[in-house]
């Protein structure tokens, strides 16, 4: 069982990018999922989180009004909309899936390693850069 990202890249500034992450072995019916990111020399910062127990879709204060979580329950796949992306969004961007966290184990910094969620993406490159 594992959590599969897709759709990283390189986009120029104001551009859009979206990243999947689909649940293969596993439902993502009783966990919440979330997405960080880590750029290098930098901490990693908590970008989004959605939660499946009350639907609740939270941002960290960097991307809100940007970003966009959503979840297709028929492909077990959460997905992250980035729009008028800048250049410091730059960053390896991970999701990852929790039961007993919750959003709080995302934002608004990540509390565990990759590894130590439940499950976890292999993360997926996004580069804004002209």
């Known amino acids: 069982s594992q959590l599969v990202e897709s759709g990283g890249g390189l986009v120029q500034p104001g551009g859009s990018l979206r990243l999947s992450c689909a649940a293969s072995g596993f439902t993502l019916d009783d966990y919440a999922v979330g997405w960080f990111r880590q750029a290098p020399g930098k901490e990693r910062e908590g970008v989004s989180c959605l939660s499946t127990s009350d639907g609740r879709s939270l941002y960290g204060d960097s991307v809100k009004g940007r970003f966009t979580i959503s979840r297709d329950s028929a492909e077990d796949t959460v997905y992250l909309q980035m729009n008028s992306l800048i250049p410091e969004d730059t960053a390896v961007y991970y999701c990852?899936?929790?039961?007993?966290?919750?959003?709080?184990?995302?934002?608004?910094?990540?509390?565990?390693?990759?590894?130590?969620?439940?499950?976890w993406g292999q993360g997926a490159q996004v580069t804004v850069s002209s």
């Open positions: 990852a899936a929790d039961e007993i966290l919750g959003c709080d184990g995302f934002l608004p910094v990540p509390k565990l390693a990759p590894d130590e969620f439940d499950y």
